[in-house]
């Protein structure tokens, strides 16, 4: 069964005829780190291209195409980079033919399908492997509710094909996230107290690996389970391009979702709930935020949210929040909606702006409240940008902790909560001298709230650019596991990027 979805943006192909045109496009790269290849720089002749445009079905796209600029652009606009060329994958077979293409000529590439990525790793001066086109989800006949997500869905498109078959599963809020970095990376969404981490209920998932052979459906069982392992929280860009990704999904019926704000008593409110949430009914997840408005804005100097949903419960929610629900300035509560309809109401959609995010893992028990009152005080001394900037904590335990550290690839378990800091401007409003600022006080403010809470680790779907031990910090004891996969599939590195796993 093939779920529709509404039609995917106009695509420009590359046809023959262009490439005499774009001839003087050719761009010199250099060769990937890790490659088997002298080190020198090497032009990318347009007979190259031509021959990719060729063996590319859905298209090679060039930056003289009206929509370059639209699929060339990340998020995270930190990371600007412009490709030589985008190829717009819509099969397998298109995934196969530029894993051979960048092979055979030594070009840099990232694969990219959301864009998302914080750090900027889904972009490259060479050849973007577009994934978008790849968007379709099917269910699984006879599967008992499996769902097969094509390599390129975003989040959206998934969750318009969950509802049409009432399930869900852990899912996140922004709907313009790719689903392969998502599940990749681990997953992380207000289920994932009930069901387990987005990689947990990766059932099943097709891989073209560095010798460009797809290796479909690997799963736990059989010659590729170690692969497939490393695929569950092993993040993208690492071990091959993954063109689709076998789902178990779950019936929903009715969830209570809530937007809750404090603007006084920020320490109390926020000792209070992340000790008392943390033992909270698995039904229950939620997001904690601590809010600085925007420079010069006016207002509270920090503010207390919680955002999240109850499942249906034996426990009401007031019971579960506490006290300190009474304090509250403002309570949008939305009781008993149906599923999908309530997740409108958590979803979000980010534009395109820059940001720098820095995060760690968490034990209520070690959140002191002299801890809170530390981070509070230190927040207040952010110097602030022309846009809100936030520390986060993300509920996990559950069902998340119930998964041993090594079952997957995703290390993280036995906390309470995924701390992260963020840092959010603008060029055209905030200088550099600001913005450089802001993150020296990131920076510091990051290593005194991880000394005083106990904070460890990383999230590798927030990867942080300044992380200096990124391999403890994302993978800990996993990540000599993670290097034997790599070696077995890409002894040369041929996938690779600045925080990428290595080969032995």
Not at 97 to 116: E, I
Not at 181 to 196: K, S, W
Not at 379 to 384: F, T
């Amino acid at each position: 069964m093939l779920i529709p979805l509404q039609p995917s943006r106009r695509t420009f192909l590359v046809g023959a005829g262009r490439f005499a045109a774009a001839s003087a496009l050719a761009t010199t790269l250099p060769f990937p780190a890790g490659a088997a290849v002298d080190g020198a720089a090497r032009r990318i002749e347009s007979s190259a291209l031509k021959d990719l445009a060729a063996a590319v079905k859905g298209g090679v796209v060039l930056p003289d195409d009206p929509f370059f600029g639209d699929y060339a652009r990340p998020n995270n606009l930190r990371f600007r980079t412009l490709p030589a060329a985008i190829a717009r994958c819509s099969s397998d077979d298109d995934v196969k033919a530029c894993v051979d293409w960048v092979r055979k000529h030594g070009v840099r590439f990232a694969v990219r399908s959301g864009g998302h990525n914080y750090a900027g790793f889904s972009t490259t001066p060479g050849l973007l492997i577009d994934m978008t086109p790849m968007s379709g989800i099917s269910l699984v006949p006879g599967g008992d509710g499996l769902v097969k997500v094509s390599g390129g869905a975003i989040n959206g498109a998934v969750y318009q094909a969950l509802e049409r078959l009432n399930r869900s599963l852990t899912h996140g809020r922004c709907t313009t996230v790719g689903a392969a970095g998502f599940l990749l990376g681990g997953g992380i969404g207000f289920n994932m107290r009930l069901y387990g981490m987005g990689s947990d209920l990766l059932q099943a998932t097709s891989i073209v690996t560095a010798d460009g052979e797809l290796r479909r459906d690997i799963s736990d069982s059989g010659a590729d389970r170690d692969l497939f392992w490393a695929c569950r929280g092993g993040a993208g860009g690492n071990f091959g391009i993954n063109t689709s990704f076998t789902l178990q999904t779950f019936p929903v019926e009715t969830a209570t979702v809530f937007n809750i704000t404090w603007t006084g008593k920020v320490e109390e409110v926020l000792h209070s709930l992340l000790t008392r949430l943390a033992e909270a009914p698995p039904e229950f997840g939620s997001k904690i935020s601590v809010t600085r408005p925007a420079r010069g804005s006016g207002g509270p100097p920090l503010t207390v949210s919680l955002l999240g949903q109850l499942h249906k419960c034996k426990v009401p929610l007031e019971d579960i929040i506490g006290p300190v629900l009474l304090d509250a300035s403002d309570k949008t509560i939305h009781r008993d909606m149906p599923y999908w309809p309530a997740q409108d109401f958590l979803s979000e959609f980010t534009y395109p702006y820059f940001y720098q995010e820095k995060s760690s893992y968490m034990r209520a028990a070690d959140i002191t409240p002299d801890a809170v009152a530390a981070m509070v005080g230190l927040a207040r001394l952010m110097p602030g940008t022309s846009m809100p900037n936030a520390f986060k904590f993300f509920q996990v335990g559950g069902k998340v902790n119930a998964t041993a550290a090594g079952a997957t690839a995703y290390v993280h378990r036995g906390y309470d909560w995924l701390f992260s800091s963020e840092v959010n401007w603008w060029d055209r409003k905030d200088p550099k001298a600001l913005v450089d600022e802001n993150l020296a006080w990131q920076e510091r403010f990051y290593a005194a709230v991880n000394a005083m809470a106990k904070g460890t680790g990383a999230f590798q779907n927030f990867p942080d650019p300044s992380l200096t031990d990124w391999s403890t910090a994302y993978y800990g004891s996993n990540y000599a596991r993670l290097r034997q996969v790599k070696t077995a599939y890409d002894r040369s590195g041929l996938f690779t990027y600045r925080q990428g796993i290595k080969p032995l």
